[in-house]
């Protein structure tokens, strides 16, 4: 009878067994949490620069000026000292949602590899160091480690890759409105002059009949606005190697413009939205709407 009565315990509790376990996985109590994967390209934060750009392990990414037009300039022993960065099949999915899908491109190298833009902007890591790469070649460079960014301001013409950035420096051949070459001083003659741009690479100018944070060029209505267009924004984003005290932003008739040194900043209509074109630099004349640098003279 004992036997009886231990065997019926145990299929009672068998079965309750059975029918909990039933109970909880319909429910999903027992499913284990999703994680998400990382993303391929994320932020990560410096208490110097900010946000910037960075793959899935956290290394940073980097523009290079001489990118003006949104092509690759980094070939030969550069491309070993900063490989460029891409992502095979990168969808919105991959990305921090910190960032814009449509902000992401794909361009080819001049070696044939495939490299991811950001705004226009080729992708790069830093990598100084000798070792195996990310993709496994034994005796290429390295990139830096995760949360380095010694990079930044290599040169003058590499900075970190942030997302915000209201200037940009892009170190490019000036071609004016009149099909000639000019160099920084403009006169005519082929030589680089490293110069602002907006985050997208669209060329800026300042206007020498301005005084100090003074716009005398558009007129109230904004009637010749599109031919001058004023550089709209209150951002000061900046490259590291420019000081943020000359920047600072003036109301014009009810719109901000950013201002360099005493310079209100303007685009040129004529450069239809061209990333690289420089046209303005001899509209009326050479030098009338110069580009701005960083050692523009103060406004008077």
Not at 119 to 132: E, F, N, Q
Request: hydrophobic share 35%.
């Amino acid at each position: 009878m004992k036997l009886k009565q231990i065997k019926f315990a145990l299929v009672a509790v068998i079965t309750t067994t059975f029918f909990l376990s039933c109970s909880s996985d319909k429910e999903g109590d027992t499913t284990p949490p999703v994680v998400d994967a990382k993303k391929e390209i994320g932020l990560s934060t410096s208490t110097t620069l900010g946000s910037y750009l960075s793959d899935k392990n956290g290394r940073s990414l980097y523009f290079f000026s001489t990118d003006a037009k949104g092509q690759s300039s980094c070939t030969g022993g550069c491309e070993a000292l900063w490989p460029p960065y891409y992502v095979d099949n990168l969808t919105a999915d991959k990305i921090s949602t910190d960032l814009t899908f449509s902000d992401f491109g794909t361009i080819t190298t001049a070696s044939s590899k495939k490299q991811l833009t950001y705004k226009g902007w080729p992708l790069y890591y830093y990598a100084p160091a000798a070792g195996t790469d990310v993709y496994g070649n034994a005796g290429a460079n390295v990139p830096e480690a995760a949360g380095k960014t010694t990079g930044d301001g290599v040169g003058g013409i590499w900075f970190i890759a942030k997302p915000d950035y209201s200037i940009m420096l892009v170190k490019s051949q000036l071609l004016g409105h009149d099909g000639k070459n000019y160099l920084s001083d403009y006169t005519v003659g082929d030589g680089l002059t490293t110069y602002f741009t907006d985050a997208k690479g669209m060329t800026l100018y300042t206007f020498k009949n301005d005084n100090f944070k003074k716009n005398n060029f558009t007129k109230a209505d904004f009637s010749n606005n599109a031919v001058w267009p004023i550089y709209e924004t209150d951002k000061i984003v900046i490259p590291s190697i420019l000081d943020k005290s000359k920047f600072s932003v003036i109301t014009v008739f009810g719109k901000s413009q950013l201002v360099y040194n005493g310079w209100p900043l303007y685009y040129f209509g004529q450069d239809a939205g061209v990333r690289g074109a420089n046209k303005g630099i001899s509209f009326p004349s050479p030098a009338v709407w110069p580009v701005p640098v960083k050692d523009s003279p103060l406004a008077i």
